[in-house]
């Protein structure tokens, strides 16, 4: 069987920084949970991040592989350097997909860790920028396929070819 690799707020997981979540309705991932293809992660919590916490954006507008080169840093809205943790995170997450040969992820949108598309720019007052976040840049760099949640559909096709024999 196939596994997808799914950001934990996605399933209703209450593992947002606000102790929130964002679970995605749709068709495709629900009957994926239902068959347990399912991999839940949240690399916040895995890099050692509490709920709630404080939020938190790459600085500098810069995305996650500027984290990675060391010339960025994950700031979070009390000016703390969580970069650590969102490192630690990404290299569970990526131990995680391994462990279960997983080449495809759905991960939420906007976030540091997740984001694929984009992410915010550092300045904490709600500006979105083209980019992608820690973890989304590492899964990426080891070959991962990674989606955000409004592209569940192109990820099932992407499933659909990758399971034919």
């Given at each position: 069987?196939?596994y997808?690799?799914v950001?934990?707020?996605?399933l ?5 920084y606000?102790a ?7 068709d ?8 347990g ?5 949240c690399p ?6 509490p709920?709630p916490?404080?939020?938190a ?6 995305g996650?592989k500027?984290v ?5 840093h994950?700031i979070?809205?009390h000016g703390?350097d969580?970069?650590p943790?969102?490192?630690?995170g ?11 040969h997983?080449?495809i ?5 906007g ?6 598309s984009?992410?915010y ?6 500006n ?12 990426r760099?080891?070959?991962m396929?990674?989606?955000?949640e409004d592209k ?14």
């Amino acid at each position: 069987m196939a596994y997808i690799l799914v950001s934990s707020c996605l399933l209703g997981n209450p593992v947002r920084y606000d102790a929130s979540h964002k679970r995605s309705h749709h068709d495709t991932l629900q009957r994926w949970v239902a068959a347990g293809k399912v991999i839940a992660v949240c690399p916040e919590l895995a890099g050692g991040l509490p709920v709630p916490r404080p939020a938190a954006e790459i600085a500098q507008a810069a995305g996650g592989k500027a984290v990675w080169l060391r010339t960025a840093h994950v700031i979070d809205n009390h000016g703390e350097d969580v970069t650590p943790a969102f490192i630690s995170g990404a290299e569970a997450a990526l131990r995680l997909a391994q462990k279960f040969h997983i080449r495809i992820a759905i991960l939420k949108e906007g976030s540091p860790s997740c984001g694929s598309s984009h992410i915010y720019d550092g300045s904490f007052r709600g500006n979105k920028i083209a980019g992608q976040g820690v973890t989304t840049t590492l899964l990426r760099e080891a070959g991962m396929q990674v989606f955000s949640e409004d592209k569940i559909d192109e990820a099932a096709a992407l499933l659909l070819q990758l399971e034919q024999p």
